[in-house]
């Protein structure tokens, strides 16, 4: 068969399976594609072509993708080692694959196809993307984040983002194999989390804040009630005993949104004895520091920063957007009992590595100190001879300190 043939074949079956009014074309699910598949392959037989056994289920798989998938983005879906992708065009698309980005033989047709997957991921959510609204952030029934942008703030074309929601989540004892951090830094940040310390998790853009924060929760206790705070649901912690809360965006009229604040707010109501909040960014910040400050210490969260200092302006600059005016000592006041650790990750090619340990201290005159405890030379982890001030904390928690301060209780 040729691709002309091959291209007719696929478009009249798609036609019929529109025509028959059928719900299989909308949506995704497991279920729904067994069906569609089916009924592609009942329509096949009707279909005056030679196909050879290998050559029919190829056919029957791309039609089924392009009826209720991503089309050609289908299989980069299902790539395990695919981790984002990226359309900045339809004859553009690239991915992230093994922490390296790439471009990929793969295309759509034209812009209106782009939009019309657009559609069909945001459609069965109740959202759009229009003139009036000209983005928009989606999830995907696996979990995996969607952003699309459209016309006129797009200047080419529509452009799709999707990160991949990982089946297997990475553990501590992956991350060391990966030479993120070695076992001495897990072990300390165990004993933390164990210990009720409040963490940050700091970095830019896709480092692994996300990852890395998943991992260090898996060191709460299991009983302990958590309740966890994200804009899309990745942390998967596996202890008996939590609560998974998400935001939601407004719906197509523009009202309904629920923020990150809110559930915040909420979450203090639910009796936790820890809150983990995915990411911070605004005047959610504020209630965060509030509630690491009032009892519900080993509260971890991450956040976008450059550096452990430039965490520490950020938060200032967050509480400041918040509703509640308070003087900017306050605000100090407030980070330096609330926040104690501040670990930050970046990323180096491929690599996604903790660079930096950090305690926060309350300094002379009203600021915030920063004290390095380990950080990434280049070559290796070296820990720069500070003790942590919430020793105390550990020990009463009966935690080792590891060899990796110089010192044992």
Known sequence: MTPEERSSVQSRIQQRLLSDGSDLTHGFGAERRVRVLRAVARLLLDEDVSLVPDERASLIREIADAVVGLGPLEPLLRDPAVTEIMVNSPADV??????VIERVPVSLPDAAAVLHLIDRVVGPLGLRVDASRPWVDARLPDGSRVHAIIPPLAVAAPALTIRKFARDPIGIERLVQLESLTVEMAS???????ARVNIIVAGGAGAGKTTLLNALASFIPAHERV????????????????VALESRPANVEGIGAVGIRELVRNALRMRPDRIVVGEVRGGEALDMLQAMNTGHQGSMSTAHANSPADLVTRLEAMVLMGDVALPLAAVRAQIAAGVNLIVHVEREGGARRVTEIAEVRAARGGSIGITP???????HHDATGDIPRFLPALRDAGERLPSLFGARP
Not at 94 to 99: I, L, N
Not at 188 to 194: D, N, P, Q, S
Not at 227 to 242: F, N, S, W, Y
């Open 94 to 99: 690239y991915v992230e694959r093994s922490g």
């Open 188 to 194: 300390f940040l165990g004993a933390c989390v164990r």
């Open 373 to 379: 405890l380990v950080r990434w030379t280049g070559a």
């Open 227 to 242: 309740i966890t705070i994200e804009d899309a649901a990745e942390l998967r912690l596996q202890q008996p005993h939590v």
